[in-house]
């Protein structure tokens, strides 16, 4: 039960911070990386991971970025290689 309360209270915490950025996620298929979202007149990625309740906001990441990384075959391979590092970013 308290296992359910705390993954709940997360889920929460997670769902506000992203609205609270008014971007919405969507659930991807990796092993790192939980959701994603984007701003296209932003340009901000929004990147939640499987194993941290922090989002992280990168900005200044063009469509084409934001596409490519929906399409990769390893979202969290992408991510690694042509986002993280590569961008101001914000964690929240």
Same mark, same amino acid.
């Given at each position: ?13 997670? %769902?506000?911070?992203?609205?609270? /950025?008014? !971007?919405?996620?969507?659930? =991807?298929? %990796? %092993?790192? !990386?939980?959701?994603?979202?984007? %701003?296209? &007149?932003?340009?901000?990625?929004? =990147? ?5 309740? &922090? !989002? #992280? =906001? #990168?900005?200044? =990441? ?7 990384? /929906?399409?990769? &075959?390893?979202?969290?391979?992408? #991510? ?6 590569? #961008? ?5």
């Amino acid at each position: 039960m308290k296992k359910l309360a705390v993954f709940l209270a997360a889920l929460f915490v997670l %769902s506000a911070a992203a609205w609270a /950025l008014d !971007i919405e996620m969507q659930a =991807v298929e %990796s %092993s790192l !990386i939980a959701k994603v979202g984007y %701003s296209a &007149d932003a340009k901000e990625l929004v =990147v939640q991971m499987h194993n941290s309740s &922090d !989002i #992280y =906001v #990168y900005k200044g =990441v063009p469509q084409a970025v934001y596409d490519d990384f /929906l399409a990769a &075959d390893s979202k969290g391979a992408f #991510y690694v290689k042509n986002i993280k590092g590569q #961008y101001e970013t914000e964690r929240k």
